[in-house]
């Protein structure tokens, strides 16, 4: 087994711990260490200093900036629509859902920095889309965007109590997915899925999960890319 496998198996046996730390979250301290250990592990060690090992890092440091733009043959997405996907679904639900805040790409002036108008999640982006996106945005500022969303999530789950982990999401903040463009309007069941999860379930999907899911895609296309 290679020295990422056994990283992802040890990854996967977090997220299980977690959501089982959320169900029982009368103990803060336990329930938030585990999903900051966790998450930190989804991203750069740049994000926090209790990051043991980096699946982003191991992926994407030792990888040509040029491959990262590329669609693979029989594939949808590129490395970069990927790294930007999850960045973009982060920021949105932590700031915008969870903590009731505006959304780190507004703030920073990231949208100049990474060279793209795109603003939402890009789940319905065409395929034609998608590659222009890829050849067009910054990877070097679309790891440092992705790096800000992950510290800001850090930073608004130490503010979480015990008592708001089970409470669903204002409607008015769902509201704010569609008027500020997170979502396009095909992609709307995306935030009646998220409408129906407590501020637990939106740490487990997507503020982990998802990130989960979406970096074993970018190991899967870093394979097929020659």
């Known amino acids: 087994m290679t020295e990422i496998e056994a990283w992802r198996k040890r990854i996967n ?118 590659v222009d996106f890829s050849r067009a945005v910054d990877f070097g500022s679309l790891r440092e965007y992705r790096a800000a969303v992950g510290r800001r999530t850090q930073e608004i789950v130490r503010e979480i109590s015990p008592a708001e982990l089970m409470k669903r999401v204002d409607s008015e903040r769902l509201h704010l997915v569609m008027k500020e463009g997170v979502l396009v309007e095909a992609a709307s069941g995306i935030r009646d899925y998220w409408g129906r999860q407590t501020i637990a379930g939106l740490l487990l999907m997507p503020a982990s999960r998802h990130i989960l899911t979406h970096l074993n895609e970018v190991l899967a296309l870093k394979r097929k890319i020659r």
């Not at 977690?18 to 938030?32: D, F, N, S, Y």
Request: proline content about 3%; charged content about 25%; glycine content about 4%.
């Open 13 to 130: 046996l977090e997220q299980s711990s977690l959501r089982k730390a959320l169900k029982a979250h009368g103990a803060q301290r336990a329930w938030m260490d585990r999903f900051n250990a966790h998450h930190a592990m989804l991203h750069s060690q740049r994000v926090s200093d209790v990051c043991e090992w980096s699946y982003e890092d191991a992926l994407l440091d030792d990888l040509e900036e040029a491959k990262a733009r590329i669609v693979p043959a029989g594939e949808e997405h590129s490395i970069a629509w990927a790294i930007w996907h999850v960045a973009r679904i982060e920021d949105a639900v932590m700031n915008l859902l969870v903590a009731g805040t505006p959304q780190m790409l507004h703030t920073g002036d990231w949208q100049a920095k990474l060279k793209v108008p795109d603003i939402d999640s890009g789940n319905e982006l065409a395929s034609a889309a998608i």
